[in-house]
């Protein structure tokens, strides 16, 4: 399990892993071939998508299986919409989440914090830099773009934002980039907003909710590339 005093040290503003290397989180895996990539290539964490409505979504007992396949290697996440606290515990029953990714008030970011002891991290809509967060109890933030008026879920719509937003952002806690990333932008998007670490899950996909192994292996690549890029073009050694 991740500590949450651990979780909450790592991030822009936070701790010398900063500007050294970039973390990767592939969200919405429910395929063997998917996690066993996301491994092998090196993602961070491995997310699993736990609302139904998702063409990601897997049940408990599916993300089990899948997390077990490889031990000690990335940590899971578990993504929840506006879920109940006996959701989320059905869910730790089958499966051991390393953080919970939620989207929802900012108020049951506390209450899931202090119902299960585990890093929360909250899903933030960006339009304009207004709606850059100033403050939260969350031990990290996911920053994406506002879904269209007609999408039937608050993320993974594939919409990215202006990146431009964030540059000079002053994150009241660890933070990652998401939505509309694809190995085609995500080095730009990285140079654009300064991001540590990103997360996708349609920008690796062939068609809804169908992960591909070799985009995966590519949008890793190409995110740490960009990096290593960024290092070398500021002086620094990663």
């Known amino acids: 399990m991740i500590e949450r005093g651990i979780e909450r040290g790592i991030g822009a503003g936070a701790g010398s892993r900063i ?33 139904a409505r998702s063409p ?29 606290e006996a959701e989320v515990a059905a869910c730790l029953d089958r499966v051991p989440l390393a953080a919970l990714q939620l989207y ?21 809509a960006v339009a304009e830099r207004a709606d850059l967060p100033r403050e939260t109890s969350a031990d990290r933030l996911l ?5 269209p008026a007609d999408a039937d879920r608050p993320g993974g719509n594939g919409v990215a934002l202006d990146w ?5 952002w002053a994150a009241p806690a660890p933070w990652m980039l998401a939505g509309g990333l694809t190995a085609d932008n995500v080095g730009e998007a990285v140079r654009a907003s300064g ?13 809804p909710g169908v992960k591909d192994p070799a ?19 500021s002086g620094r050694v990663g």
């Open 56 to 84: 990601r979504a897997v049940t408990p007992a599916q993300a089990a299986v899948l997390a077990a396949r490889h031990p000690g290697a990335a940590p899971a996440v578990g993504l929840f919409v506006r879920p109940t």
């Open 104 to 124: 929802g008030a900012p108020e049951q970011v506390q209450a899931l914090q202090a119902r299960f002891g585990l890093p929360v991290w909250h899903a933030c």
């Open 215 to 233: 985009r995966i292996a590519a949008f890793i690549r190409a995110a740490r590339d960009a990096h290593r890029a960024s290092l070398g073009a």
């Open 143 to 147: 920053i994406e773009s506002r879904p």
């Open 195 to 207: 991001a540590p670490a990103v997360d996708v899950s349609s920008g690796v996909e062939c068609q």
């Open 164 to 168: 431009g937003l964030l540059r000079g």
């Open 19 to 51: 500007g050294i290397k970039i973390d990767i989180k592939i969200c919405g895996l429910n395929r063997e071939d998917a996690v066993d990539t996301a491994v092998r290539e090196g993602a961070d964490w491995l997310g699993f998508v736990f609302f």
